[in-house]
């Protein structure tokens, strides 16, 4: 079973908890949709101490890029290898841990899952202002976005399942907006080209996290602390 979750920010007991609770096993798959902080400090002491407690539990781990991390195509740990008929980043220490190359399509027990990771951090000059790490390259580039519109071209625009970290912005859940923050400041470039994706996509469900909200609206489904089975 194909097990997804949202933004964890470290917090590697949440995955311990939750393969506890639903008693996962190798031959499962968890998908966490961006934000995991394994590459927050850049694969210093912090990093790899919760990247070994994550591998540890021998069970594959497919992470989606979040804005709160560095890309893993930025540190000379990873390589590219193939897994489950698609392109993903990997460290020899932590043969468990994969993070999702956008644009990338992954066979997850026979749904056909397509990743696209990055988002704006709206506390951006907050991090900047109080030398927090904060990543220039958070967002999708242009040549991300090219690769993506490709790989789904080469599938007539038609996928079962989307991976995303942010959500096309039709979707944007105004309820989990950050209260005294002003919205015209906040770049809603990647919402906006997700929206022209889905306007144009043929798909089963779409899976987000970053809002740190749960909320399903119709087949868009929004994952924070809460777990569901990829359909």
């Known amino acids: 079973m194909v097990h997804i979750t949202g933004d964890i920010h470290g917090e590697v ?43 540890n539990h021998g069970i594959p781990i497919l992470c989606i890029h979040g804005n709160h ?3 893993p195509e930025s540190l000379i ?31 997850l027990e026979g749904t056909k899952s397509i ?4 988002a704006y951090s709206v506390d951006k000059w ?24 490709k790989k789904l071209e080469e599938l007539n625009w038609q996928i079962d399942a989307v991976l995303t970290h942010t959500c096309p912005q039709s979707h944007t859940p105004t309820e989990a907006f950050l209260s005294g923050l002003d919205q015209s400041t906040v770049d809603t470039s990647t919402e906006q080209w997700l929206d022209s994706i889905e306007k144009r996509l043929c798909y089963n469900a779409w899976y987000c996290g970053h809002w740190h909200i749960e909320k399903r609206i119709d087949k868009m489904h929004f994952l924070f602390e809460s777990v569901e089975a990829l359909k």
């Not at 311990?16 to 609770?21: C, D, L, P, Q, S």
């Not at 993903?88 to 220490?93: D, F, I, P, Q, S």
């Not at 990543?135 to 991300?144: A, M, V, Y």
């Open 13 to 55: 007991r949440r995955i311990a908890e939750m393969i506890e609770k639903y008693e996962i096993t190798p031959s499962d798959i968890i998908v966490i949709l961006g934000d995991v902080g394994m590459n927050y400090y850049g694969n210093k002491k912090g990093d790899r101490h919760r990247k070994k407690k994550l591998n």
């Open 77 to 107: 740990t990873y390589r590219e290898d193939q897994w489950h008929g698609g392109t993903v980043y990997v460290e020899e220490e932590f043969p468990n841990l994969f993070f999702a190359k956008d644009g990338e399509v992954y066979d």
């Open 126 to 149: 907050y991090r900047l202002q109080m030398d927090l790490h904060w990543f220039p390259d958070e967002q999708p580039s242009e040549e991300i976005k090219a690769r993506v519109e």
């Open 115 to 118: 990743a696209i990771g990055g």
């Open 69 to 71: 991390e560095m890309r």
